[in-house]
């Protein structure tokens, strides 16, 4: 699913650093440690009415990534509360957003890959967009299996959401080059990791399963279904999923900020029955529900 150009993006303020600038002006120096080699955190906001989903588990997760890669300046909760705050009155923008939340480790004083180049100070990028659901949760979405593995801890651990997204791009180029929406990834045993951009749940009976968080990120998205699960009547649980298990699911769907929950409807030229599971029916009925109950004010 290729995501198209919104004219209500052309003229976006946009916070970099430590203030606002139009669309056109907003940069990052080509010494940027995110330039030099991928090194920055990020997070995926979304925008309900005012407020954004799970907001605090958000901003935790993009410190503690930033500890795990030892940033030496990591700014404090309030100015980056602040910077959402600003970028979104200078947008008017209050529903249908998607913030796409950066932190790098800043720009160096020469190229390298020493951190210790990096001499002034991390660098906030703050780019909210208008952007409803990317995948169209009624239709549902088409996948594959690609041959890109995800990360083991042993290599990259995955709990660190960082901007080195290589493997997941590659996936993708698979994909997109079978004609599909996503590529579904497994760990080096071969069991189901995550979707390209997703988390990855399947329904079989009333047993909802996701993969343990081993090769994939422990979604936040993922984290709110898993605790909603009881509310729709489900039993839920983390398992090694192969892929005979998730090709004769009653349901499997992705789970993520960019889309919510999101049916597959066929994986490897299966059909998957997702959109005639009722208990998947339940669980969407319960996140539409939640997502006003716990989006939080900036």
């Not at 920055?40 to 890669?69: D, F």
């Not at 069991?191 to 968080?213: Q, S, W, Y």
């Amino acid at each position: 699913m290729l995501q198209s150009f919104n004219p209500k993006n052309a003229g976006i303020q946009v916070f970099v650093k430590d203030r606002l600038y139009p669309r056109h002006e907003a940069r990052v120096s080509v010494f940027d440690s995110s330039v030099q080699g991928g090194d920055a955190v990020w997070e995926g906001l979304r925008v309900y009415h005012g407020k954004i989903m799970c907001l605090s588990h958000h901003l935790r997760r993009l410190r503690e990534s930033a500890k795990a890669l030892h940033f030496s300046d990591i700014p404090p909760e309030e100015f980056v509360r602040s910077a959402i705050r600003q970028t979104l009155a200078a947008n008017g923008m209050t529903h249908d957003t998607h913030i796409r939340l950066t932190l790098t480790r800043g720009e160096k004083v020469t190229s390298g890959m020493d951190p210790r180049l990096n001499q002034a100070g991390s660098c906030l990028i703050v780019l909210a967009e208008w952007k409803p659901v990317v995948y169209d949760n009624s239709s549902g979405i088409r996948a594959i299996t690609g041959s890109v593995l995800r990360n083991s801890p042993r290599f990259l651990d995955s709990k660190i959401h960082h901007n080195n997204l290589l493997n997941n791009i590659l996936a993708k180029i698979q994909a997109n080059v079978a004609g599909m929406d996503v590529a579904l990834m497994l760990d080096e045993r071969g069991f189901a990791a995550e979707f390209n951009d997703t988390n990855v749940c399947m329904i079989r009976g009333e047993k909802l399963l996701t993969p343990h968080a081993v090769a994939c990120l422990p979604g936040i998205t993922r984290g709110l279904v898993l605790d909603l699960a009881t509310r729709a009547g489900l039993e839920a649980s983390e398992a090694d999923i192969s892929l005979t298990e998730l090709y004769n699911a009653d349901a499997v769907f992705a789970t993520g900020t960019m889309g919510e929950l999101t049916p597959v409807v066929e994986l490897d030229g299966r059909t998957i029955p997702s959109q005639e599971c009722a208990a998947f029916g339940r669980l969407q009925a319960v996140f539409r529900e939640a997502t006003m109950q716990l989006a939080e004010e900036v």
